[in-house]
């Protein structure tokens, strides 16, 4: 079983920066390609960044190219996702996920384990 725990969430201003952290453990990190989606309320989860089991290669969905950067750490078993210029509209749950895949997934049916989320709120 893989478990997932996302953190740094939080209220943010317009134009601000946020670091979310998601700790894994039950399983080899670095097995596993990473993603992050994002879900606000009345919306279908949405692809926000995903990342090879190196990090070697990462992808971003059309909201977060340019101001969202998706990164690793496999010696501690941490995914980040550094989030800069925040906009009202990033407003959502952040979830992280663990992908079996070899390739880069950007639908949630790509993924096979969860976190619970972390709430991002971006108002001033």
């Known amino acids: 079983q893989v478990q997932l725990v996302e953190s740094g969430g939080g209220l943010v201003q317009p134009g601000g920066s946020l670091r979310l952290s998601c700790a894994a453990s039950?399983?080899?990190?670095?097995?596993?390609?990473m993603g992050w989606f994002r879900q606000a309320p009345g919306k279908e989860r949405e692809f926000v960044a995903a990342i090879t089991r190196s990090g070697g290669s990462t992808s971003y969905g059309g909201s977060a190219k340019g101001r969202f950067t998706v990164s690793r750490d496999n010696a501690k078993n941490i995914l980040y996702l550094q989030m800069n210029n925040l906009k009202r509209e990033d407003t959502a749950s952040y979830y992280c996920a663990a992908s079996r895949d070899w390739v880069l997934r950007t639908t949630p049916s790509g993924y096979d384990y969860w976190g619970q989320g972390t709430q991002v709120t971006v108002s001033s």
């Open positions: 039950g399983h080899t990190f670095s097995s596993h390609a």
